[in-house]
Structure formats: structure tokens, C-alpha cells
């Protein structure tokens, strides 16, 4: 499976989250930092969801850039 995550930057570092597994997230002080944290938070999330029964949420959650022209 292939879930989106959405980076952000904030003042000290870094935050991700994956908006198809609800409070899946990561912060680090690097982007390299939490897109490692973020891999480990998935593998995590979706193994505790398989062991405690639940269903793991396919992946719907789709992205695009939209570039808007000068107003």
C-alpha cells in the first residue's frame, strides 16, 4: 500500500501526518528526520490495527499542485 503524507514545516523543525490513518503522525527537527519517523509511525500504526482487529484503511487520499495565475 502506498498511503499520502503531508509535510509541514513549522518554527522549530517538522511535523507529518497521513490523513487515511487517522493520528498517524510524526515531528523531527529535520525533514529527513520525520520522513524517517513517519515510515516508522505507519509500519506501527498499521501493525497495531492488524493486531488489535481493526481494518487497515485502504488508501484514498489523493494530492495535486495547483498553480494559480497572477491575479
Same mark, same amino acid.
Given at each position: 500500500m502506498c498511503y =499520502? #503524507? &503531508?509535510y509541514e514545516p513549522s %518554527?522549530? *523543525?517538522? *511535523? !507529518?501526518? #497521513?490523513?487515511? =490513518?487517522?493520528g498517524c503522525v510524526a515531528v523531527g %527537527?529535520?525533514? !529527513? /528526520? #520525520? +520522513? @524517517? =519517523? &513517519?515510515r516508522?509511525? &505507519? !509500519?506501527?500504526h498499521v501493525a497495531d490495527m492488524r493486531a488489535s482487529g481493526q481494518t487497515v484503511p485502504v488508501p484514498t487520499t489523493q494530492s495535486e499542485l495547483v +498553480?494559480? @495565475? /497572477?491575479v
Open positions: =499520502l #503524507v &503531508i %518554527d522549530d *523543525g517538522f *511535523g !507529518a501526518y #497521513v490523513p487515511d =490513518l487517522p %527537527d529535520t525533514r !529527513a /528526520e #520525520v +520522513e @524517517q =519517523l &513517519i516508522e509511525a &505507519i !509500519a506501527l +498553480e494559480l @495565475q /497572477e
